[in-house]
């Protein structure tokens, strides 16, 4: 039997279409946020992350928040908002109030791949959703839909220094 080659753009097409069915697929890989959430989050972000952060969670001042070694270095939910309610942003930490890191959470999980569902992120549940198992499903999809926007390469992950914490003390987990 004859191998089957596709060239670039076919598998580009492919990718593309199993991001949108990935996308379509709603609830199927639901997280612990809504869409609600992740839409102030986004507000919020870029109200006082995306100037260091990026727009895109690129990270051009500030260690990037997108793809899964990123989501690995949290581990959970609360994880992260244990960091960013002490550590963020810079000019006055942990100023911002619970809701809003919870938004802001919620936005970067949903830019990460995770699916928005019927139950609101609370600070309770966080501890136990892992940010790992909440976007590798979504993560691949939402990759290939940022290569499908802007019809270009993977962006290169460049290795930063953890974050920064500006004299703040991080709370300890037992893994």
């Given amino acids: 039997m004859p191998a089957i080659s596709f060239g670039r753009a076919t598998?580009?097409?492919?990718t593309a279409a199993a991001a949108m069915t990935l996308a379509s697929a709603?609830?199927?890989f639901a997280?612990?946020?809504t869409a609600e959430q992740a839409e102030a989050g986004k507000t919020a972000y870029m109200s006082h992350c995306a100037q260091c952060h990026g727009a895109q969670l690129e990270g051009p001042e500030a260690p990037g928040l997108f793809g899964q070694d990123v989501?690995?270095?949290?581990d959970t939910a609360g994880g992260l908002y244990d960091f960013i309610s002490?550590?963020?942003p810079p000019a006055a930490p942990g100023q911002l109030g619970e809701d809003v890191y919870l938004q802001i959470v919620a936005h970067i999980m949903a830019e990460n791949g995770a699916t928005a569902g019927d139950a609101a992120l609370e600070l309770a549940a966080a501890a136990d959703l892992s940010l790992v198992e909440a976007t590798k499903e979504g993560a691949a999809a939402k990759e290939a839909e940022r290569l499908a926007a802007g019809g270009g390469e993977a962006?290169?992950?460049i290795a930063v220094p953890q974050a920064y914490t500006w004299g703040k003390e991080l709370p300890q987990y037992n893994k």
């Fill in 155 to 157: 962006v290169e992950v």
């Fill in 86 to 88: 002490v550590a963020m």
């Fill in 11 to 14: 598998v580009h097409a492919i």
């Fill in 31 to 33: 997280s612990g946020f």
């Fill in 26 to 28: 709603g609830s199927l």
């Fill in 71 to 74: 989501m690995g270095n949290w």
